[in-house]
């Protein structure tokens, strides 16, 4: 018995079952939805083209699409022409930065996030009071060179790790500790335990300082990464709260967690044999990128989706006074 498809007649090819759930919240937060906002809204008031100082967000599809309106990004402020408009990134700046602006006489709007401003306000309290401040957070990234710069040299202890907290020696006194907005919840619980041990007189922050938008984004991801053989995170490499999200999916037990740019990105081999599939995005990763990667999955894959909401937000932040109507 001949069991070939006749000539000139496609075989149909049955696509396998996959079943996607949708990490809620994921994408966007009110912070990055404010500061993309602030670079557009400067474009409209002071015409093309508005200098930025550091991707605005961290994520390039976001920079490519605000380049394309007329936003040039640039790493230092010496980039930027002396009678150009400047927009400084969500991350947050030293106090450097504003002074330099200032002693040019350039027009700057300051687009960093407000949560991560209150937590530069409360390291200059905690200093204004005579404590030395542990921050953990990460070396080198934006957000911890922004605070640190809110205080004089010396002020203030970088801490990386629980291995750091068990050896790291702050000068003699009282002492306070503050975070990086974007950190692991868990990762930084157990370093907070371990300074808490050693200095059990350290000072917390009145209100945590990992922002409401990394707790809700990680709780959601353990949500699904529980039930998913593989998760996928929209998000850049540069992005340390889309880096948090992928390990904070492998540490819930999944087996494979990815992360991609976007939808092109992602290699469908690597999903042979999945069956539920998980899917987020970080902060600064839009939900168009989101549907990309659905979009590819439906090339091989027939999809079924579930919403998994963990939290629902409604935060929003005020633009800054200097472009508000």
């Known amino acids: ?3 070939h498809a006749p ?8 696509k396998p079952a996959l079943h996607v759930l949708l990490a809620g919240p994921r994408g966007f937060c009110a912070g990055v939805d404010r500061a993309i906002k602030i670079v557009e809204e400067s474009l409209a008031r002071f015409g093309a083209p508005v200098y930025v100082r550091h991707e605005i967000v961290h994520n390039k599809f976001v920079v490519q699409s605000l380049e394309a309106q007329g936003a040039i990004f640039v790493e230092e402020l010496d980039e930027v022409p002396p009678d150009a408009p400047v927009v400084f990134s969500a991350h947050g700046v030293p106090k450097s930065v504003p002074a330099e602006a200032q002693r040019r006489n350039m027009v700057y709007v300051d687009a960093t996030c407000p949560l991560v401003s209150k937590v530069h306000r409360e390291a200059e309290r905690h ?3 005579g404590r030395h401040i542990l921050l953990i957070g990460h070396a080198g990234h934006p957000e911890v060179i922004g605070t640190m710069g809110q205080l004089p040299p010396g002020s203030v202890t970088l801490v990386e790790t629980a291995e750091q907290a068990e050896t790291v020696t ?13 950190l692991s919840v868990d990762d930084t619980a157990g370093i907070v335990a371990v300074l ?19 707790t809700n984004r990680q709780a959601a991801v353990k949500a699904i990464a529980a039930r998913a053989e593989a998760v996928v995170v929209v998000g850049a490499p540069n992005s340390s709260n889309s880096v948090r999200l992928r390990e904070v999916a492998e540490r819930a037990g999944c087996p494979r967690a990815l992360m991609v740019q976007r939808g092109a990105e992602l290699n469908l081999a690597a999903l042979e044999g999945v ?24 090339e091989a894959f027939d999809l079924t989706l579930e919403e998994v909401v963990v939290a629902e937000e409604n935060v929003t932040f005020k633009l800054p006074a200097i472009l508000a109507r």
């Open 1 to 3: 018995m001949n069991h």
């Open 7 to 14: 000539i000139g007649q496609a075989r149909m090819t049955v």
């Open 127 to 129: 200093s204004a009071a």
């Open 170 to 182: 702050p000068p003699e006194g009282p002492l306070a500790y503050t975070t990086q907005t974007t």
């Open 196 to 214: 808490a041990r050693r200095f059990p007189h350290m000072v917390g922050p009145a209100k945590e300082s990992i922002c409401y938008a990394t």
């Open 275 to 298: 069956r539920t599939l998980g899917i987020s995005a970080g902060a600064s990763a839009p939900e168009v990128l989101v549907e990309e990667v659905i979009a590819r999955l439906r």
